[in-house]
């Protein structure tokens, strides 16, 4: 639990301490935090605002929160996402292994609504490093949904691996998707912060 500094006689928390200190940050309960931080997002910027997390067929979105705004976009709790043509799902895409996501990309190039210009493998790669290269998700114009337009930011855990994904969603043309807005600096930042609150060392690439 401690240790001593051979030299300097001083303790620290020693090795057995600091796997505690881990495996607590590990039992955190990440989605009742995403659940906080997306209700906490909706009321900085009045927008639609939804949590997104991996489940057994690809990302699916746990939870949402309405803004209040006259005319909104309503997004159901249960709804599994695509990778290549929602914001959450290039997240995913985008910083999940391509062991894990490979398989789905194919199927979905199979398919029909693929966004345009992305027509093959190398394609969708490269539209996915665009993204980890932001550090966002932006989609306009080429939503799953006609008339919609979402962006969204990655989530990590103390592994410093991908764990969810903060989504704002709206009528298309009524959010400015700029990368200097204030909706995305607030969206950026939420991540961020909820990426340290699970011990994520990631601090510097999610708001750069």
């Known amino acids: 639990l401690v240790e001593q500094d051979p030299l300097t006689s001083r303790y620290n928390i020693g090795p057995f301490a600091l796997k505690i200190g881990l495996v607590a940050i590990d039992r955190l309960d990440r989605v009742r935090l995403g659940m906080a931080a997306i209700a906490d997002l909706r009321d ?107 962006v969204a930011a990655p989530v990590f855990n103390f592994k410093n691996e991908l764990t969810m994904a903060l989504v704002i969603v709206g009528v298309e043309g009524s959010t400015d998707m700029s990368p200097e807005s204030p909706t995305i600096i607030e969206l950026k930042k939420s991540a961020h912060n909820l990426s340290l609150r699970l011990g994520s060392t990631r601090e510097a690439e999610t708001v750069s």
Do not use: C
């Open 44 to 150: 900085a910027i009045n927008e639609t605002t939804a949590l997104a997390v991996w489940g057994d067929h690809g990302p699916v979105i746990v939870r949402w929160e309405r803004p209040n705004r006259p005319i909104i976009v309503n997004v159901v709790t249960g709804t599994h996402l695509k990778l290549l043509s929602s914001a959450a799902g290039r997240v995913f895409a985008a910083w999940l292994p391509r062991s894990q996501v490979e398989a789905q990309i194919l199927k979905e190039l199979a398919g029909s609504n693929v966004p345009a210009g992305i027509h093959t493998l190398d394609d969708a790669y490269a539209m996915l490093a665009e993204v980890a290269r932001q550090g966002i998700a932006p989609i306009s114009g080429d939503y799953a949904v006609k008339g919609v337009e979402a």
